[in-house]
C-alpha cells in the first residue's frame, strides 16, 4: 500500500480559494468513492472535515468542498480564512479492511 | 458521545517492545471499530491496523505485518496497541481513532473521531 500523492505544500490569500489534490490508484481513490479530509493544526489531532468524496460533518463550514476524477480526490476551501491554515491529509478506503492516507499539504494564508 | 483518551508518552530502547492503550468513555465501545494510525515527527499520517472490538478481529497493515498486535479489552472499554523489536524510525505519535458501526456490524469507513496521541520516543 503506497500513500497517496498529495502536493507538499499550498497557498493562498485571505478571501481566495485553494484545491488540494490527492492521487491514489485503481485499488484506492479510484475504486471507492470514500475518501475522507482531516484537518490537522499544530501539535492537535486531526479533525474530519469531508467525507465519503463530499460530505461534510455536522459544524464543518460550507466553504470546504471535496470532488473526485478517476484516481484523484480533491479538497477545495472557498473564501480562505486565517484559520484555515492547517496541514491537510486525505484517506482513502484501499478494500480489504485496510486505509491509506496521503502525505499531507501544507496549507498557508499569507 | 464515545471520547478516546490515551495513555502517556513512552521513552523506549531500541528491540524493546510499547504497549499503547485507548479507552473508550461516554458511550459505548461495542459501536465502534479502533484504528491505529502514527505520525512520524514533522511526517505524514500512517494506517497501521484496525480491530473490531465486538468481533475482536483485528487487521494490519503490510509495514507492520508480524511486528505489531492490537488488542481490546471490552471489560475496561480499552483497546491496546503493542508495536515490538522497536527502532529509532518508530518514533512518532500514535493515535487510536474510532470508526462508527452500522446495525450490522459494518465498519464504517470514515474515521470521525481521533484520540489526543501518544509520543513514543525510541532512542539508545
Known amino acids: 500500500q503506497s500513500a497517496l500523492t498529495q502536493p507538499a505544500s499550498v497557498s493562498g490569500s485571505p478571501g481566495q480559494s485553494i484545491t488540494i489534490s490527492c492521487t491514489g490508484t485503481?485499488?484506492?481513490?479510484?475504486?471507492?468513492?470514500?475518501v475522507s479530509w482531516y484537518q490537522q493544526h499544530p501539535g492537535k489531532a486531526p479533525k474530519l472535515m469531508i467525507y465519503?468524496?463530499?460530505k461534510r460533518p455536522s459544524g464543518v463550514s460550507n466553504r470546504f468542498s471535496g470532488s473526485k476524477s478517476g484516481n484523484t480526490a480533491s479538497l477545495t476551501i472557498s473564501g480562505l480564512q486565517a484559520e484555515d491554515e492547517a496541514d491537510y491529509y486525505c484517506?482513502?478506503?484501499?478494500?480489504?479492511?485496510?486505509?491509506?492516507f496521503g502525505g499531507g499539504t501544507k496549507l498557508t494564508v499569507l | 458521545q464515545v471520547q478516546l483518551v490515551q495513555s502517556g508518552a513512552e521513552v523506549k530502547k531500541p528491540g524493546s517492545s510499547v504497549k499503547v492503550s485507548c479507552k473508550a468513555s461516554?458511550?459505548?465501545?461495542?459501536?465502534?471499530?479502533l484504528s491505529w494510525v502514527r505520525q512520524a515527527p514533522g511526517q505524514g499520517l500512517e494506517w497501521m491496523g484496525l480491530?473490531?472490538?465486538?468481533?475482536?478481529?483485528?487487521n494490519y497493515a503490510q509495514n507492520f505485518q508480524g511486528r505489531v498486535s492490537i488488542t481490546t479489552d471490552e471489560s475496561r472499554s480499552t483497546s491496546y496497541m503493542e508495536l515490538n523489536i522497536l527502532r529509532s524510525a518508530d518514533t512518532a505519535v500514535y493515535y487510536c481513532?474510532?470508526?462508527?458501526?452500522?446495525?450490522?456490524?459494518?465498519?464504517?469507513?470514515?474515521?470521525?473521531?481521533w484520540g489526543q496521541g501518544t509520543l513514543v520516543t525510541v532512542s539508545s
Open positions: 481513532a474510532r470508526h462508527p458501526l452500522n446495525l450490522q456490524g459494518q465498519v464504517d469507513p470514515t474515521i470521525d473521531f
Open positions: 485503481s485499488s484506492d481513490v479510484g475504486t471507492y468513492n470514500l
Open positions: 484517506c482513502s478506503y484501499a478494500g480489504s479492511s485496510t486505509w491509506v
Open positions: 480491530i473490531i472490538p465486538i468481533f475482536g478481529t483485528a
Open positions: 465519503e468524496g463530499n
Open positions: 461516554g458511550g459505548t465501545f461495542s459501536r465502534y471499530a
